[in-house]
């Protein structure tokens, strides 16, 4: 699975903003570039397009920022990455029409979509409590 670095920064926005839900405090685009190693620039264009989507909200000013519409757990890595990537492309460009390409082609579609309703399976609150769970099974010597 090959995964873009604007969909995986937009990824990692998300878990960023989810992780802050309900705070009723926005996170600064410095916040999530610093942390991340994101261009800040790159960063804006990809929330102005969650935020054309729905997912996020900004809010101006000196205390401003972003945070989440919908709470973490109605928002799946699949919305996010369709959003951010559009639908899927075509699977295969082969131009053969043989009956063995098709067959191929047929199956390269039916892994997307396994694939797909995975990453549509897995919400970021599921995801920020993974990051709960990694960090409380740290040990520091």
């Not at 075509?90 to 309703?117: C, F, G, H, I, M």
Request: net charge negative.
């Amino acid at each position: 699975m090959k995964v873009s670095a604007k969909t995986e920064y937009a990824c990692l926005a998300m878990l960023e903003l989810a992780a802050h839900y309900g705070s009723n405090e926005p996170v600064r685009i410095r916040t999530i570039a610093d942390e991340h190693g994101i261009p800040s620039r790159f960063l804006v264009q990809i929330l102005l397009q969650l935020k054309g989507a729905g997912y996020v909200a900004s809010t101006r000013g000196a205390s401003g920022g972003y945070q989440l519409v919908k709470p973490p757990d109605e928002v799946s890595l699949g919305e996010v990455m369709t959003v951010i990537e559009g639908q899927d492309a075509e699977v295969s460009n082969t131009s053969s029409n043989s009956p063995t390409a098709r067959v191929l082609k047929e199956t390269w579609r039916e892994v997307a979509q396994v694939e797909y309703d995975t990453l549509r399976s897995i919400t970021f609150a599921e995801l920020v409590g993974r990051i709960h769970r990694q960090s409380e099974n740290m040990f520091y010597i």
